[in-house]
């Protein structure tokens, strides 16, 4: 447990604040599952996946998304050598442990289909010749909420595939003036490789043992229920505004990611209190809202929230 410490207090080395980003980014890790996060621009969403790859001596690269990116140069392509008259491939950014798909809702449906294929199948075909990708693969593909000019909205499908969507807030005023005393004066420390591969896998097989207790899993499946069918759990103050509840993708993950917080807290069981940490962050992506919640100004969290509250905790 000591070392999932050790590399978030090495991340924080140039991370000030945005808690919760690295612990969904260490439960992504850990869990196999992938990160979407919302957020303005400078927010150290970038700095936050490199400070990482960083601290466990990993590989990691960017993909800036654009409106005319195409799939291969996500995935790779084949060359053709007029020399030998033979093609050879050209392995994409993707082949990578840490990838950020930066603004991925800025390219094509094409493009963003070519990252979700390797997200969820680990490999990737490039002519007749499928590629495993590296253990560990983690995807952290960032949106920005504020300019909608030019975007590509993910379908809900797509956006199944992440185990995580995180919205990433301003610094508190405290938090903001330390940023500006270590950029301005001292300037971020040097991150370390305080962890290996081999340590993650270690990290992997202790999430295994993290013991999940028969009335929480009936209280993490209330809660995905209570996405469906409000009116049958005491929700029914919010069964109007929803137009389609969380699938049985979220199940899993809610399972999965409360087990990963539990391990990074230091503990070896689930509690409800990992449950309600991570609940907002696997279920905001995944709940559809109708017109009505869109006319009150009603919020996916808002639902959420309420549900937390209504369903009884073990």
Not at 29 to 45: D, F, W
Not at 58 to 69: A, E, M, N
Not at 273 to 297: G, M, T
Request: charged share 25%; glycine share 6%.
């Amino acid at each position: 447990m000591n070392k999932i410490n050790t590399i978030k207090e090495e991340v924080k080395k140039i991370i000030v604040g945005q808690e919760e980003l690295i612990d969904s980014l260490l439960v992504g890790l850990i869990a196999n599952g992938h990160i979407l996060v919302e957020g303005v621009p400078g927010l150290a969403k970038t700095t936050a996946i490199n400070a990482l790859s960083k601290a466990l001596g990993i590989d990691f690269k960017r993909i800036q998304f654009t409106p005319d990116l195409l799939p291969s140069d996500v995935t790779g392509t084949e060359i053709y050598n007029p020399k030998s008259g033979e093609f050879s491939v050209k392995q994409g950014p993707v082949f990578t442990n840490l990838l950020l798909a930066d603004e991925i809702n800025r390219a094509p449906a094409k493009v963003q289909a070519a990252l979700l294929e390797v997200m969820q199948e680990r490999q990737v075909t490039i002519g007749d010749t499928t590629f495993k990708v590296d253990e560990p693969f983690l995807v952290m593909a960032t949106e920005n909420p504020v300019e909608q000019e030019g975007t590509y909205r993910l379908p809900e499908a797509q956006l199944d595939r992440f185990m995580l969507k995180v919205v990433v807030g301003y610094n508190t005023l405290e938090e903001e003036m330390e940023i500006v005393n270590r950029v301005a004066i001292s300037g971020f420390e040097e991150v370390s490789a305080v962890a290996s591969w081999e340590d993650l896998k270690t990290i992997k097989e202790d999430l295994k043992k993290v013991h999940v207790d028969e009335a929480i899993k009936e209280y993490m499946t209330k809660i995905i229920f209570a996405t469906r069918f409000p009116k049958e759990y005491g929700c029914e103050g919010i069964a109007e505004y929803i137009e389609f509840g969380a699938s049985p993708r979220a199940s899993i993950d809610l399972y999965k990611a409360s087990s990963a917080i539990a391990l990074i807290r230091g503990n070896d069981f689930v509690t409800p209190l990992d449950i309600s940490y991570i609940a907002s962050s696997v279920l905001r992506h995944r709940i559809i809202l109708n017109y009505k919640a869109q006319a009150k100004h009603i919020t996916v969290d808002d639902i959420i929230k309420t549900i937390i509250e209504t369903i009884k905790v073990p």
